[in-house]
């Protein structure tokens, strides 16, 4: 019996696989983040320790600052007796802060949980060396370079205003938190999780005590300070207490070794703010959402660029394309980019559009059919290419220019205007800044108005067959997700209403697209011949 093979085997394509993969690598990170919170167990006739806190002691809190780590003298900043360590509370305090803090030095909080029964008259270091004393330390110092300062620009500066200084300078966190782990859990002696390790102290052989550490989590950029010298030398703090779960404070610790390898790398800390953000008071269901969802983002990214660039580099001739969307994207990534620099926004934003950026530039040279000619002996000569353009493609700007030259009535002043207005009551950091700060005004506030020319191309030529469908429907995806991150990622505020701003025009090419359907059976749906009447198979009132 003989089989007929087909002469041509349907592969997958390297897309498909690598999507799957990636995808697989994403489901199987959530299932091992979900671990995190399944409480180890502890095997009959193995080695066991229990909590200290089952018993519900009675403990003392107390708060100590000392301008380091291993500090002998420390100044007591706060007591609780019989401090209620099942319940949140917040404890306004008052720190001392010495002359070494203020000349860019650092401080220290020290955090002592002392069971009743210990003699409380004793020093800072007798008590922190007790043995039934839980610890940790808090750096309640950061460096930072301070946020230069703004002005306006056509009037006097301020003669009290600095310039804005370029090295980092020590900053106080105006908010910390610190947690107790306060489940009643047996953790297994020889299969301990490896992040509670350098966190369990003994006291006799089978009881560990209680679990006090500090949550970076919730200290962000926001909450820092710039140390000012004043006359009591003192600075007021709020230092919260919140009860954790076991899982949650595993979270928390593989979350700091991760962002201290990241930072080890070069990322900055307004970067590892970002991430913080995400992980910051977050249930274990909605965080495997959150990073389901950003991983569909960055696969949708890649495909959609990988689409696009397919899709422009085959492209032979620019019948049905907008030339001045093409040019509009193009201006607008480059502004949107360099804004977003001014701005110093998270890396998280700047790497995707700087990258975004590139790739409509390339395309505005595609679409302009420019090339580069270098002669020798002189400079490079710039030329367009202008003699291999048919009549459907004339035809195509003839619709785009009627477009633009609507929409130059209304746009053109608005931004002008808006500069101007800018520029006389809104303080800025230079005129660079300004420059930019209008330039992306306008592309924030009327940017959507630049993709109407396509709208309005896809209306004339009643087809949508010209457009590079596959592409355009994963960028939708992906503004439809950011949405949701909009209020996860700290970005500007224009930023953060340009991602709704994009829907409706997305939608409405869906419309179009199902206006105007392509028929399959056709060869080139938009050719001379075709244009102005459309698709054979287009709808009909």
């Known amino acids: 019996m003989c089989v007929l093979l087909p002469s041509k085997m349907q592969w997958f394509s390297f897309s498909v696989i690598l999507s799957e993969i990636f995808l697989?690598?994403?489901?199987?990170?959530?299932?091992?983040?979900?671990?995190?919170?399944?409480?180890?167990?502890?095997?009959?006739?193995?080695?066991?320790?229990?909590?200290?806190?089952?018993e519900r002691p009675q403990l003392n809190l107390y708060i100590y600052s000392s301008v380091s780590k291993k500090s002998r003298d420390a100044d007591l900043a706060y007591t609780a007796h019989n401090f209620d360590y099942t319940r949140a509370q917040t404890i306004p305090t008052t720190l001392n802060i010495p002359r070494k803090t203020q000349d860019n030095g650092t401080l220290f909080l020290h955090i002592l949980l002392v069971p009743m029964f210990v003699d409380q008259s004793r020093s800072f270091i007798d008590l922190k060396k007790d043995t039934y004393t839980s610890y940790t330390a808090i750096k309640m110092t950061q460096y930072t370079v301070p946020e230069a300062e703004v002005f306006k620009l056509l009037g006097e500066k301020n003669p009290g205003t600095k310039d804005a200084l370029v090295h980092p300078v020590s900053h106080i966190k105006s908010r910390v938190t610190f947690t107790i782990m306060t489940d009643d859990v047996m953790l297994p002696m020889n299969s301990m999780p490896i992040e509670l390790i350098n966190h369990i102290k003994l006291i006799g052989k089978m009881t560990f005590l209680p679990i006090v550490n500090c949550d970076f989590l919730q200290t962000r950029q926001r909450d820092l300070q710039r140390i000012v010298p004043q006359n009591n030398n003192t600075m007021n703090v709020t230092v919260e207490y919140s009860p954790v779960s076991l899982g949650k404070l595993r979270l928390v610790l593989h979350v700091q070794t991760a962002?201290?390898?990241?930072?080890?790398?070069?990322?900055?800390?307004?970067?590892?703010?970002?991430?913080?953000?995400?992980?910051?008071?977050?249930?274990?269901?909605?965080?495997?959402g959150t990073v389901f969802i950003a991983g569909v983002h960055l696969l949708f990214d890649f495909l959609a660029i990988k689409n696009d660039i397919s899709f422009w580099r085959k492209k032979s001739n620019l019948i049905g394309l907008s030339k001045w969307t093409v040019m509009w994207r193009a201006f607008s990534q480059t502004i949107i980019f360099l804004y977003l620099c001014d701005e110093e926004s998270s890396l998280?934003?700047?790497?995707?559009?700087?990258?975004?950026?590139?790739?409509?530039?390339?395309?505005?040279?595609?679409?302009?059919?420019?090339?580069?000619?270098?002669?020798?002996?002189?400079?490079?000569?710039?030329?367009f290419k202008t003699d291999d353009i048919n009549a459907a493609e004339v035809k195509t700007r003839e619709f785009d220019a009627e477009s633009m030259r609507y929409l130059s009535y209304l746009l053109y002043p608005i931004v002008i205007g808006g500069a101007i207005y800018s520029l006389l009551y809104q303080p800025h950091k230079s005129w660079y800044s300004w420059t930019i700060n209008s330039l992306v005004n306008g592309v924030y506030a009327f940017g959507f108005l630049f993709m109407l020319p396509q709208l309005f191309v896809n209306y004339k030529l009643k087809s949508v067959a010209h457009l590079p469908w596959r592409a355009f429907m994963y960028k939708a995806f992906n503004t439809f997700i950011d949405d949701v991150f909009a209020f996860i990622i700290t970005m500007p505020t224009a930023h953060r209403i340009a991602c709704f701003r994009d829907d409706a025009v997305f939608l409405i090419y869906l419309y179009q697209r199902w206006l105007y359907p392509v028929d399959k059976s056709r060869i080139d749906t938009v050719t001379e011949e075709t244009v102005g009447f459309g698709d054979v198979s287009k709808k009909t009132n």
């Open 24 to 54: 697989a690598y994403i489901i199987y990170s959530i299932y091992s983040l979900s671990l995190l919170f399944v409480s180890p167990a502890c095997e009959d006739g193995k080695q066991c320790l229990k909590s200290y806190l089952s």
């Open 348 to 383: 998280l934003i700047l790497i995707p559009t700087g990258i975004g950026s590139i790739i409509e530039l390339w395309k505005l040279k595609k679409m302009s059919r420019m090339e580069l000619i270098v002669c020798y002996g002189i400079l490079p000569k710039i030329r």
């Open 259 to 288: 962002i201290a390898s990241l930072k080890n790398i070069g990322i900055s800390d307004k970067d590892v703010d970002e991430v913080k953000g995400i992980f910051a008071d977050t249930n274990i269901y909605l965080l495997g």
